[in-house]
């Protein structure tokens, strides 16, 4: 009988190693995936580092152009106002010209001729 026990103790404590053999290949085989996945989100990451390098640039691009946008806003608005003037002047001298008579014109500009 203690032959049997020891039999089947030798038998279960070889199939706890070979499970311990099994649970640590498992956990090899995750480690290494982990270990590339860690890797690849390393490299993803320094990429965005990068990006983000070059974002930082542009913006402060941005924030350059922005500040030269308010004086040359009032210059625009400036000339949207002279342009606005020049067009009420044409505008005005068109509806004068628009109710002269051209006929009028002429006989002003020709003289009283001889009357018969």
């Not at 320094?46 to 983000?52: A, D, E, K, L, V």
């Amino acid at each position: 009988m203690q032959k049997t026990i020891v039999y089947i103790l030798v038998l279960l404590g070889g199939a706890a190693f070979l499970g311990m053999v099994k649970l640590m290949y498992d956990m090899n085989g995750h480690m290494a995936r982990m270990t590339d996945h860690v890797a690849v989100m390393s490299t993803d990451i320094g990429r965005m580092r990068n990006q983000m390098g070059t974002l930082v640039e542009q913006v402060a691009g941005i924030q350059a152009s922005v500040e030269h946008m308010v004086p040359m806003a009032e210059d625009v608005k400036g000339l949207r106002e002279s342009v606005g003037s020049m067009a009420d002047v044409i505008h005005r001298s068109g509806e004068q010209i628009e109710r002269l008579n051209p006929m009028e014109m002429m006989q002003q500009m020709m003289g009283p001729g001889p009357r018969r």
